[in-house]
């Protein structure tokens, strides 16, 4: 009797975790490992991919990229009375349209996903047993725990892009590391010259 009450009872709509927006957001996704693939070409290979962690990077990476760049667009680049010369603001656009392009490259790329291979004959050519996920890896493939997955170059998972970081999306994480570094130092360049204007 209780058995079936039990198999009756559905599962809550909502358990306070993250597989809460995985369900929420990612429904109609293939699920890769902990990613999920959200555009495919015809064969099945991903286009376009959601990391372990993209709940961090939209909400958390992307609000602080756009609101403090807006902020200091608004009172400094877009201010007629903050004394900056007009072209400015050509300069400091693109800046952020690189930094948020990059972002987008490297959070939703494949970053190097590897399919199981479980033939013997990859183990005589080099290739290392990986118990985690059943498979024959190649060298310089690991496993990454939070992607659930294999990744060719693996070098770490960043929350801040919400992926983990490997071959395929290495060069747009080092370019996305150096924009938004120059972003960070033009804006606080940027605070700095208006307030130390202000003070004249």
Known sequence: MEEAKAAGRKKPLCTGTARDLDAWFCCCARQIGGMF???????????????????????????????????????????????????????????????????????????????????????????FWNEQVGSFRPPGAMYCRECKALIQDYDHLCPWTGTGIGKGNMLAFKVFVVMVNILCYTSIALVAFMLLSGIR
């Open 37 to 127: 693939s959200l555009v495919e070409q015809t064969d099945g290979t991903p286009i376009v991919i959601a990391g372990p962690c993209w709940p961090f990077c939209t909400f958390i990476t992307v609000p602080l990229i756009v609101v403090l760049s807006g902020l200091v667009s608004y009172f400094v680049v877009l201010n007629r009375d903050s004394g900056l010369p007009w072209w400015f603001a050509f300069i400091y656009f693109p800046i952020l349209a690189v930094t948020l392009l990059a972002l987008f490259f490297v959070s939703c790329r494949d970053p190097g996903l590897l399919e199981r291979v479980t033939d013997e004959e990859a183990g005589e050519g080099g290739w």
